[in-house]
């Protein structure tokens, strides 16, 4: 069993579709997945499975459980039988937050690539590393608009990243218009490309997505 968190101590990064994004690929591809939505106040992933399975498009191995408290989600793992669970963390500090750290393989801290952003996000690792015994967090940048890699912020952003010795993914999540429609009620990317005018689009999404749970298995992988 392999265990993701993905988190952040803010809200508005991304983070509950980046999470349902791996969930649905890693299900797609026959693995049996589990979301536990630990975001008690928004609750996206599970309104999401909630709409796929009323719109007939939810992969049929992917499950969700929600968890509001660390006990609830000791609880969903420990009696899991999901080869790949994937938590989604409500975007503040909490003990909920710091029980999934704990308790993951690996944690994806989404972040837009702003200094903004950034300063919350180094602000998160700093404290997990005085704090907490363990922490496998990997920054990722989340949202990323085609022109941004050009920009100064995004420059200033990966200049942070080094700066603070941040580990982070290789791959970055770009902001795609079919990322948008997957959240509504699609079940997959796969399912929107069966439209035969976004099936390019599919494509690129789909092989953004597979390169991030690239990058995932060779750091679980790595650290057992």
């Not at 003990?95 to 998160?124: G, R």
């Not at 990997?138 to 085609?146: A, D, P, T």
């Not at 099936?199 to 390169?211: L, M």
Request: net charge positive; proline share 4%; charged share 20%.
């Amino acid at each position: 069993m392999t265990i993701i968190a993905v988190a952040n101590s803010k809200g508005g990064v991304g983070k509950s579709t980046l999470c349902l994004l791996i969930a649905s690929e890693l299900a797609q591809n026959g693995a049996k997945v589990l979301i536990i939505d630990a975001d008690q106040k928004q609750q996206s992933c599970l309104q999401w499975v909630n709409r796929c399975q009323r719109a007939g498009t939810l992969p049929p191995s992917l499950m969700v459980v929600p968890a509001n408290t660390p006990q609830d989600l000791k609880v969903a793992l420990t009696t899991s039988n999901a080869e790949i669970i994937l938590i989604d963390v409500q975007g503040s500090m909490n003990d909920l937050l710091i029980a999934s750290i704990v308790s993951s393989d690996i944690t994806l801290v989404p972040t837009k690539a702003n200094v903004m952003e950034m300063v919350e996000t180094v602000k998160l690792f700093e404290w997990a590393e005085n704090n907490l015994k363990r922490a496998p967090l990997r920054l990722i940048l989340n949202r990323v608009e085609g022109i941004d890699t050009n920009t100064t912020a995004f420059q200033d952003a990966v200049k942070m990243i080094r700066d603070n010795r941040l580990p982070a993914l290789p791959t970055f999540v770009r902001a795609r218009k079919v990322y948008e429609q997957f959240s509504k009620e699609a079940g997959s990317l796969a399912h929107i490309g069966k439209d035969p005018g976004k099936s390019e689009q599919v494509a690129k999404a789909r092989g953004n997505i597979i390169s991030v749970i690239t990058d995932i298995t060779r750091i679980v992988s790595d650290a057992a």
